[in-house]
């Protein structure tokens, strides 16, 4: 499936990629619709897709199929999962541990196709290996996890904290069920509908209905026990529930910031208790090399099943009617196969 710009998704016939030096070729085992696709249809991404045409999807495990000359960890036949980037290595940012802000992050794309290409620099930073056992389709939510995971990590959830997260999208309940992982006690906040009865059912959680009641922020901080929770995050990217996230947040609390916003959109903010209080406002952006191999671990260790998330499964040719259920709100993840 070829992007040709917003609107603009198309099925081409196109040669299978031949690996050069330090690259590989995957069959693609499994790929997953993820809400950045839906986005990136709409009006481009001018960050995951700097040049177009170019092949679609950023979710996928696969088979090693075609080895380039230079390669030595992989041969063909392995079962690999692989992030949708790659940092430089040697940037400011890079150097500071901090790969995820990386001046030169390298994107990939093409999950939505038969085979995959996968450039040198991703290929010696950020592929993983599969044990057996591991099924692609699971593997294939590596990529979302590790982003959950970086923003769990940048809120430091704790054994029986109170986490509470606005927003129950596949990506709100990876961060729910990442927390309770964690033996966090996890609130979710979202909106009555028939996603909302789904995830429901998945059961790592307490629910809170934000459409059902006059202020959502009490109901949270009542459901937190009337101090305010000690970690809140952001999983809708609205700039009106990041200000309910701040207002739900107990004193030393901290607050995530998961969901991107529309750009040039601002929040109001509360100096009085941000400082008094010592709040602690995070930004919580893609994921590094090291989140993403442990996305992979997780997975692996069955410490989070995200089964429960996949609510459909289609057919290559089928991408483009995925990704409208998707914005429909009518699927949570699609499963994508070949
Ligand atoms: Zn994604
Ligand atoms: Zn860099």
């Given amino acids: 499936m070829v992007f040709h710009g917003p609107g603009d998704l198309r099925w081409e016939e196109r040669p299978v990629p031949v690996p050069a030096s330090g690259e590989l070729v995957l069959r693609i085992d499994a790929a997953l619709t993820c809400g950045t696709d839906v986005k990136t249809l709409r ?13 679609f999807g950023h979710e996928f495990a696969g088979t090693v199929t075609a080895v380039g000359p230079g390669v030595s960890r992989f041969r063909e036949g392995d079962r690999v999962v692989a992030a ?3 940092p430089c290595g040697d940037c400011p940012s890079c150097l500071a541990g901090r790969p995820n802000l990386c001046d030169d992050l390298l994107f990939v794309n093409g999950a ?14 950020n592929v993983v290996p599969l044990t057996a056992s591991l099924p692609a ?22 054994p029986g904290q109170t986490v509470v997260v606005f927003g129950h999208g596949p990506l ?6 990442l927390a309770a992982a964690r033996k966090a006690r996890v609130i979710m906040v979202g909106k ?9 059912k998945l059961g790592f959680a307490r629910w809170l209905d934000a459409a059902t009641t006059d202020s959502v922020v009490a109901d949270v901080r009542a459901a937190a026990g009337g101090r305010g929770a000690e970690i809140v995050i952001d999983a809708t990217g609205r700039p009106e529930v ?6 739900s947040v107990g004193r030393g609390g901290s607050v995530v910031f ?5 750009p040039g959109t601002t929040i109001r903010l509360d100096t009085r208790r941000t400082h008094y209080e010592e709040l602690a406002l995070l930004g919580a952006f893609h994921h590094t090399p090291e989140t993403f191999r442990r996305a992979v671990e997780t997975l692996e260790s069955g410490a989070l099943v995200p089964d429960g998330l996949i609510t459909h499964r289609m057919r290559l040719e089928e991408v483009g009617r995925a990704l409208d259920l998707m914005a429909k709100g009518q699927a949570l993840k699609i499963l994508i196969e070949s």
Avoid at 43 to 55: E, F, L, N
Avoid at 242 to 247: G, K, L, M, N
Avoid at 258 to 262: E, K, L
């Fill in 43 to 55: 009006r481009g991404h001018p960050v995951m897709i700097p040049t177009i045409p170019t092949v």
């Fill in 258 to 262: 998961f969901g991107g916003c529309a």
């Fill in 172 to 177: 709100g309940c990876l961060l729910g069920m």
């Fill in 137 to 158: 389709e699971r593997a294939a939510f590596a990529e979302p996890l590790a982003c959950a995971l970086l923003a769990i990590e940048r809120a430091r959830v704790e």
């Fill in 112 to 125: 939505y196709g038969e085979f995959i290409l996968l450039p040198a620099r991703l290929v010696s930073r």
């Fill in 192 to 200: 009555s509908g028939w996603r909302f009865d789904h995830v429901k």
């Fill in 84 to 86: 949708n980037s790659a």
């Fill in 242 to 247: 990041w200000e309910q996230a701040v207002d």
